[in-house]
């Protein structure tokens, strides 16, 4: 799998979720994800989360699951559109600070810029989310 580092200089991304969910916004620097790994090749405490069902020159989708008490180490996302597979509740850090939010079923969302969080699930439910990149210009 390749996977696609962009440069980018500081940039404000919104992530906006459907249903109940709030708007995300944080802020990226130069090169701070060029230091993480890509949210498809970063795990939790040594184990996988994510998976690549489809690649081409064109597009990446992953499935990404995360069980009870079971994160996703900081990592970032290039610009993709994410779609919830299985709602749970989810503790998000990134540069804005720490916020739990309950992700619901069928919610999506979309980032037209380079995304840097981590993850944990603090529900009691698992949840899993399909996320689509665009790849190559």
Not at 2 to 13: D, E, M, V
Request: hydrophobic share 35%; proline share 4%.
């Amino acid at each position: 799998m390749k996977t696609t580092k962009s440069k980018t200089t500081r940039l404000a991304a919104t992530v906006v979720l459907s249903g109940s969910l709030p708007v995300l916004t944080q802020t990226v620097l130069a090169g701070e994800q060029e230091e993480l790994p890509h949210a498809f090749d970063a795990g939790w405490k040594g184990q996988k989360t994510c998976e690549v069902l489809f690649e081409d020159e064109s597009m990446r989708v992953g499935r990404c699951v995360f069980p009870p008490g079971v994160g996703h180490e900081k990592h970032y996302h290039n610009p993709h559109f994410g779609y919830v597979l299985e709602g749970s509740v989810m503790r998000i850090s990134d540069n804005d600070g720490v916020r739990e939010i309950t992700i619901r079923n069928d919610a999506h969302w979309s980032s037209p810029m380079v995304t840097v969080h981590e993850a944990l699930n603090t529900g009691e439910t698992t949840g899993s989310y399909l996320i689509i990149e665009t790849l190559g210009e």
